[in-house]
Nanobody
């Protein structure tokens, strides 16, 4: 059974910091990371780690956010510094995992955690 459980969202002032955590349960994990969505807009990639360990960041967060994977490899963190009001969104844990039986792979997301940055 696939499960992605996020924690760590909340309210923070502009310039502050926050760290999100996610524990992923399921078959073999390929890519893992974080996406976010603002009401009325499309969900966007924030930071991902590929199966080879390559990290990708959205231009808007590069240099301020850091994505990392726990030693157990099924956990992923997003350390957010110098937060801005425009970072306010629901943040979703993301994982690309193999389908049962090895017949392919698919993308999965958690329930989301709200991050609100006040000005």
């Amino acid at each position: 059974q696939v499960q992605l459980v996020e924690s760590g969202g909340g309210l923070v002032q502009a310039g502050g910091s926050l760290t999100l955590s996610c524990v992923v349960s399921g078959p073999s994990i390929n890519a893992i990371g974080w996406d976010r969505q603002v009401p009325g807009k499309k969900r966007e990639m924030v930071a991902h780690i590929s199966g080879a360990g390559r990290k990708s960041y959205a231009d808007s967060v590069r240099g301020r956010f850091t994505v990392s994977r726990g030693s157990a490899k099924n956990t992923v963190y997003l350390s957010m510094n110098s937060l801005k009001p425009e970072d306010t969104a629901v943040y979703y844990c993301y994982a690309n995992m193999d389908l049962p039986g090895g017949v392919g792979y698919d993308d999965y997301w958690g329930q989301g955690t709200q991050v609100t940055v006040s000005s």
